[in-house]
């Protein structure tokens, strides 16, 4: 099992931003995809937007296209997710998730996860 820990949460303003990181534990992983998921209270963990290992491929779910951002970098065995115009709608717990093999945006085919961080949008 890979452990991922995020980095980045806070409280921002409608309109405002902030970078999430994820960093494995410090092992390098060829084929090793890479996402961000959210969930909100009393709902279901949802993609955001995930990348595959060369970091070629991205997918992002409608809402967040043209506001978020993901990009790696293996040299630092690190994710991030930059998010931009952040709505009140935004507010949730990130988690970083991963695994081996293709991409996917379904929380049940990751496989390992990280331990949150709260993201709270303001208005």
């Known amino acids: 099992q890979v452990q991922l820990v995020e980095s980045g949460g806070g409280l921002v303003q409608v309109g405002g931003s902030l970078r999430l990181s994820c960093t494995t534990d410090?092992?390098?992983?060829?084929?090793?995809?890479m996402g961000w998921f959210r969930q909100a209270p009393g709902k279901e963990r949802e993609f955001v937007a995930t990348i595959n290992w060369s970091g070629t491929n991205t997918y992002y779910a409608d809402s967040m296209k043209g506001r978020f951002t993901i990009s790696r970098d293996n040299a630092a065995n690190s994710v991030y997710l930059q998010m931009n115009s952040l709505k009140p709608e935004d507010t949730a717990v990130y988690y970083c998730g991963g695994k081996f093999g293709v991409i996917t945006t379904s929380p049940n085919q990751i496989k390992d996860w990280g331990q949150g961080t709260q993201v709270t949008v303001s208005s």
């Open positions: 410090g092992r390098t992983f060829s084929n090793y995809v």
